[in-house]
């Protein structure tokens, strides 16, 4: 007889699983029992053993016994049942706030008890809130569990209790039906998927509390590294879909390559020339490229933008680069009409700043083809766009897009190509970030891109010497700041507030930069922030870049890609505020030239430990991977990221600081299966992701 596949059985086979019940569980994904048995416990307790009352610690779950001495309703800011509950060794206080007359009958003295819960540090010492407690009466005691005890991830309307047995229940169908081995049995699976499952919802008493803590028992790992492997195919499944639409094949043209680059009046480093290749090469063919280039800010991607684009245009596909911010788009504007113009390259640019008779103009260039290069903002993405025929999309500064932006951004070449009489072409993808991604994350969340690094500055640049200084020093370096402009350097000066308002930041920028300019009249000071309207930012940059603006006092709308290289000191206010990759964006504002730059954090001191632990970090180190890394193990993934970019990574038992390692193995594994076991693929997503697949929609 064929076993049963677990996976197949409805939750409504269970015992006392009615309509009602089974609304309630599908609602938290859980349709089947396999469901059920992937519904992992958070934690556990140890009901196993009766501990002395005078040894239990605070902060540990307890089953303690003893004999109520006394028992009083205290009114105090709340009223409460309080009992003094004694065994041999000592006496704890038990509390209840919600009580009923029944309880407060049952708990009398001399009544015996045995409880469990949480010993908290209350007012008359060692108490338990709310303790589970059961009366004792008679000869046979009740029995102690056998195992561990699991806590499951709560939810709406179902107790812990009703979950347990449930749980249980669909732990004995283990014996009896079958669960699909779906990782390769060579991959890193010295633990039976049954076995795992059986250890975790049921832990044998002898089983290392602490290793279940922390995640790191080899049944948490084993399935651990089958959830990251789920994700990593999710990914992969995901490029798939997108690569089987064939893209414009886009030939190299070496002439139009090198005249470009004789005009510019560097020469590409290495690390440029061997990402451009790399890119050449991904467009030079019918399978549309997802390739994500990281590099430090700096390192010049933007003329790797550059030569991709032009490998479109002379292919006769039209190009567009967006970027995060209205500054910087218009600085990309006036670089690629700089390198273009004399190429005979059409630019357009569109924002959302835009509008009536300008903003029609470039929509009718951009739908005609006769725009041949496209900047601009998210506008460029919205539906009133339309795009002739779009054979690459470059996005600049990606850690301010979600994953789902970038891929909804894939979505809008296929649909224009449809609008026109061309095939059904989807266009070639570039996406660069100049926050270095951790290697641990990059490998995660963008599975689905290959990867090129630009890993060296140009030359000439001499690195940026990070200054940390207490604000009430603030009037010293205001007197620096006027030295160093009197000597020809330009300098930022960065507001930065907690409140993530506009408004608020706005104003207090405001306020700074009117006093600087009242202690520092002989400076020209001015002024940007996220509130002004476009064209004034705009202008201001380019006063500034001129060098007719001495100091510039700005919010973080700066943060991102701005490029004045002959600005070289910086000072951040509150310097403590900022997260470690936001700050290492600020500092990459200056030290683009070959003067020495300086960059000074002011702060308010007493610095919080996290605080002075990213102080010391930008002091100690230019090095944006090692930033990253360090951003990482202080926030978090999913801080590190945004929850955004994360694509809301839900994982149940992996940690991807913790599980990090495995990652490299996931990713072969993945792939293995990919190749020798597609059949595996949608039951391993299924399993793991279930209806939640955030990347199936994209
Ligand atoms: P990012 O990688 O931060 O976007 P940019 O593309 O803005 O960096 O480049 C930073 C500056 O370095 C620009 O002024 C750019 O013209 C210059 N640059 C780029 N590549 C080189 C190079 N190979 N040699 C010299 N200067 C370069
Ligand atoms: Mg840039």
């Known amino acids: 007889m064929t076993q049963e596949l677990i996976e197949q059985i409805g939750v409504q086979r269970l015992r006392g699983v009615g309509p009602q019940l089974s609304q309630k569980l599908e609602k938290m994904g859980i349709t089947t029992v396999q469901d059920l048995l992937f519904h992992l416990p958070l934690r556990y307790v140890d009901k196993t053993k009766i501990s002395p009352i005078g040894g239990v610690q605070t902060f540990t779950s307890a089953v303690i016994e003893g004999h109520i001495k006394a028992s009083d309703v205290v009114f105090g800011r709340r009223r409460s049942l309080v009992c003094r509950l004694q065994d041999h060794s000592g006496t704890i206080t038990l509390r209840f706030f919600h009580f009923n007359r029944a309880q407060q009958q049952a ?154 680059l004789a005009q510019l009046g560097f020469t590409l480093t290495d690390a440029q020339a061997r990402v451009s290749r790399d890119i050449s090469r991904d467009l030079d063919s019918t399978v549309p490229m997802l390739r994500l280039v990281q590099g ?32 910087l788009s218009d600085q990309h504007r006036t670089n690629f009409e700089n390198w273009f113009r004399p190429l005979g390259i059409r630019v357009a640019w569109l924002t959302g700043k835009l509008k009536g008779k300008a903003r029609a103009i470039q929509l009718q260039a951009i739908a005609d083809g006769s725009a041949q290069m496209v900047i601009g903002t998210h506008a460029l993405f919205q539906d009133s766009v339309e795009f002739c025929r779009l054979g690459l999309t ?89 030295q160093a402009c009197l000597d020809g350097r330009q300098t930022y000066w960065v507001c930065t507030l907690i409140e993530e308002s506009d408004t608020l930041e706005a104003q207090a920028a405001e306020i700074t930069a009117s006093e600087l300019q009242l202690v520092l009249p002989e400076l020209r000071v001015a002024l940007v922030h996220g509130r002004l309207k476009a064209g004034e930012k705009l202008d201001i940059m380019q006063r500034f870049k001129a060098g007719e603006i001495n100091l510039l006092v700005a919010t973080t709308v700066i943060e991102v890609g701005v490029d004045v290289p002959n600005a070289s000191l910086m000072i951040i206010e509150n310097a403590e505020r900022l997260g470690l990759s936001q700050l290492h964006q600020l500092r990459g504002r200056v030290g683009r ?84 076991h597609p059949e595996n693929v949608d039951a391993l997503i299924d399993r793991w992701l279930g209806n939640s697949d955030q990347y199936a929609q994209a």
Do not use: W
């Not at 690195?463 to 603030?474: K, S």
């Open 593 to 676: 030239g070959s003067q020495r730059s300086h960059c000074v954090l002011l702060y308010s001191p007493p610095l919080s430990r996290q605080g002075s632990e990213r102080i010391r970090t930008m002091r100690e180190t230019n090095d944006g991977f090692k930033i990253a890394e360090k951003d990482l193990q202080l926030r978090g993934p999913g801080e590190v990221l945004g929850t955004r970019q994360t694509g809301d990574m839900q994982l149940r038992v992996a940690d991807l600081q913790r599980d990090g390692h495995m990652l490299e193995a996931v990713k072969q594994c993945a792939n293995s299966i990919l190749h020798k």
């Open 394 to 482: 470059i996005i600049d500064e990606q850690h301010r897009f979600g994953v789902h932006q970038r891929l909804a951004l894939r979505k809008k070449g296929s649909r224009s190509d449809l609008a026109t009489t061309s095939s059904d072409h989807l266009p070639h993808q570039l996406i660069m970030t100049a926050t270095p991604i951790p290697r641990t994350l990059a490998m995660s969340a963008y599975a689905d891109l290959d990867n090129s690094i630009i890993d060296e500055l140009p030359p000439g640049r001499t690195p940026v010497e990070t200054l940390v200084i207490a604000d009430l020093r603030r009037n010293d370096v205001i007197q620096r700041v006027r």
């Open 107 to 260: 708990l009398q003295p001399g009544a015996r008890l045995r409880c469990f819960g949480e010993v908290r540090r209350g007012q008359s010492g060692a108490e338990l809130y709310h303790p589970e407690y059961q009366l004792i009466d008679g000869a046979s005691p009740p029995t102690l569990e056998k195992t561990l005890t699991p806590v499951y991830p709560m939810s709406d309307g179902l107790a812990q209790t009703r979950i347990r047995t449930l749980c249980q229940q669909a732990l004995d169908y283990l014996d009896n039906s079958q669960i699909r081995e779906l990782l390769p049995r060579s991959m890193g699976v010295d633990y039976s998927l049954t076995a795992a499952l059986q250890l975790l919802h049921r832990p044998p008493l002898e089983t290392p509390l602490n290793l279940l803590a922390e995640g790191e028992h080899p049944a948490q790992q084993r399935l651990a590294f089958e959830e990251l492997t789920a994700h990593h195919l999710s990914l992969l499944r995901l490029r798939q879909r997108i690569q089987r639409q064939p893209a414009p094949q886009l030939r190299f043209d070496k002439q139009e390559h090198q005249r470009f």
């Open 296 to 327: 430090d800010v700096g390192s010049g991607k933007t003329v790797v933008a550059a030569l991709a684009a032009i490998q479109a245009i002379v292919n006769d596909q039209q190009a567009a680069l967006m970027a995060p911010t209205e500054i």
